[in-house]
């Protein structure tokens, strides 16, 4: 789903908000969670998942065509870590959620 389709969706969902409001509360969330891995900080949406900033090593590499040695400098990249909710709804197992739930210590 791109971007757009995910504004044109919530504003046929939300008809009381005005196309113009959704874009911008839509930019303002990625804006806060771009805000937070910038800071190196893990961004939890409870029942979708998490983003976490992972450094990547720097390390010496081949260049494939002439086989010579290249160092790719350390650089962040973002895992994602899908939340459980979501997981369950995307397999169809959003009724079985209660028996996949791992026991309380009582």
Known sequence: MLKSELIDQLAAEFSGLRKP???RAVEAVFVKIQAGLNDERRVELRGFGVFRPSVRIGHTA???????????????AVRFHIGS???????????????????TRR
């Open 85 to 103: 909710a979501l997981h369950l709804r995307l397999n169809g197992l959003e009724d079985d959620a209660h028996s996949l739930a791992k026991p």
């Open 62 to 76: 081949r260049n494939p065509k002439t086989g010579a040695a290249v160092f790719v400098p350390e650089r962040l």
């Open 21 to 23: 409001e959704i874009e």
